[in-house]
C-alpha cells in the first residue's frame, strides 16, 4: 500500500470519525433529532454538509454550536439566542454582540427596579384599614394633602378609587395605596416610581406577600445572571473552535 493511498485512507477514517448524524448530537442534550434539524433551519446551528441522498452530516464544530445555543436561550431566551447564533453564523459577530449587551442592559435595569421597589417597602408603614369607604375630601385630609393630588395620583395610575354611585370612594386597598404613596412622595420618589411599586404591592397582595415577591424576584435575578454567564462561556467556546 503505497503512502499517498494511506495518507486518503487516514484522512477518509478521520473524516467519518468526525461526521455526526443529528442523532448524535441530540443524544448529549435529550433533544429529538427533528429538533436539531429545526434548529439548523432556524439558523442557531451553522448548515450541515448533505450528502448524495440528503442525509446532513454535522461535525464537532456543531455540536459545540448547539451547546452555546442551549445555554444561551436559558439566560436570554429562545428567539434572542436564535438571533445571537444566526448573526453569528452568517458572520455578523458584531450584531450577535450587539444582542448579547441588550440582554445585560436588560437585566442591569431589571435588577435597579428591584432594588427601587425593595427600598420603597423598607421606606413605607402603611396601616390597616378597615370600615366604611372614603371619599376624596376623606382620604386627603386622613393624608394632609389637597384633593387635586388625589386625583394625579389615579391619572398615573397610583390610585385605583371605586366608582359605586358614579362618585370616587376610596376602599380599604386604595388607602392603603394613598398611604404608601403619601410616603413615598414625602421621601422624594417621583410619581414614576411610586406608581411601579404600588402596582408591584397589588400584584403581590400585600406588604408581607411583597416581601416573599421580592426574594423570589431576587433569586430569578441571579438566576438567570448566571445563566448569561454560563452562555457566555460556550458562545465563547464556540466563537474559539469556529476562529
Known amino acids: 500500500m503505497g503512502a499517498a493511498h494511506q495518507a486518503t485512507t487516514s484522512q477518509t477514517l478521520k473524516q467519518e470519525v468526525r461526521a455526526l448524524r443529528p442523532v448524535d448530537l441530540a443524544r448529549e442534550h435529550g433533544l429529538s ?3 436539531i434539524r429545526n434548529y439548523e433551519d432556524a439558523g442557531a446551528l451553522p448548515p450541515a454538509e448533505r ?8 461535525t464537532p464544530l456543531h455540536a459545540q454550536a448547539l451547546r452555546a445555543f442551549l445555554a444561551l436561550r436559558t439566560g436570554h431566551g429562545h428567539q434572542h439566542a436564535v438571533e445571537i447564533m444566526r448573526a453569528v453564523n452568517h458572520g455578523d459577530t458584531e450584531s450577535a454582540y450587539r444582542l448579547i449587551d441588550a440582554s445585560h442592559v436588560a437585566l442591569l435595569a431589571e435588577r435597579d427596579t428591584r432594588a427601587e421597589v425593595a427600598a ?6 402603611p396601616t390597616r384599614v378597615t370600615g366604611q369607604p372614603l371619599t376624596v375630601g376623606e382620604l ?6 389637597h384633593p387635586a393630588t388625589l386625583r394625579t395620583w389615579e391619572t398615573e395610575g397610583i390610585l385605583r378609587p371605586d366608582r359605586p354611585t358614579g362618585h370616587r370612594e376610596y376602599g380599604p386597598a386604595a388607602v392603603r395605596d394613598a398611604e404608601v404613596a403619601c410616603q413615598l412622595r414625602r ?10 411599586f404600588v402596582e408591584s404591592l397589588r400584584e403581590a397582595g400585600g406588604a408581607d406577600e411583597l416581601s416573599a415577591f421580592l ?17 457566555a462561556a460556550q458562545f465563547d467556546a464556540y466563537l474559539t473552535r469556529q476562529a
Open 187 to 196: 421621601g422624594g420618589y417621583p410619581l414614576r416610581q411610586v406608581a411601579k
Open 33 to 35: 433529532a427533528q429538533a
Open 140 to 145: 386627603a385630609r386622613r393624608l394632609g394633602v
Open 120 to 125: 420603597a417597602l423598607s421606606a413605607t408603614t
Open 215 to 231: 426574594d423570589a424576584w431576587q433569586d430569578r435575578i441571579t438566576a438567570r445572571s448566571r445563566a448569561l454567564l454560563a452562555g
Open 51 to 58: 450528502s448524495e441522498t440528503g442525509y446532513r452530516h454535522y
